[in-house]
Nanobody, 121 residues
Framework: VQLQASGGGLVQPGGSLRLSCAAS????????IGWFRQGPGKEREGVSC???????YYLDSVKGRFTISRDNARNANYLQMNSLKPEDTAVYYC????????????????WGEGTLVTVSS
């Protein structure tokens, strides 16, 4: 069982990035998927989670800027991040949890290695 996150990098404020998370060893389609982040000196927090197309969660500070999606055929999910701000700088992790999982690190069963997002001019 493995999750592999990718797509991080350095971007200027106002820019965009698309994070990808590929799963192997299990099928994502029956799991809650999520993106979490951990900034310097901060606790890991839930950025966005999706159980299905009609059940999504977004951290207040990213609403209207970030969009989570999943592609069950590719066994992958994505986080489109637009209008990035310096405070979005963090290591981003993808994770998977059971169908009734909250968007909280304690509810996730599987984690990918993080990908660093740096928003700076």
């Amino acid at each position: 069982v493995q999750l592999q996150a990718s797509g991080g990098g350095l971007v200027q404020p106002g820019g965009s990035l698309r994070l990808s998370c590929a799963a192997s060893g299990f099928s994502l389609d029956s799991w809650t998927i999520g993106w979490f982040r951990q900034g310097p000196g901060k606790e890991r927090e839930g950025v966005s989670c999706m159980r299905d197309e009609s059940t999504t969660y977004y951290l207040d500070s990213v609403k209207g800027r970030f969009t989570i999606s999943r592609d069950n055929a590719r066994n992958a999910n994505y986080l489109q991040m637009n209008s990035l701000k310096p405070e979005d700088t963090a290591v981003y992790y993808c994770a998977a949890g059971p169908p009734l999982a909250r968007c909280h690190p304690n509810d996730m069963n599987f984690w990918g290695e993080g990908t660093l997002v740096t928003v700076s001019s």
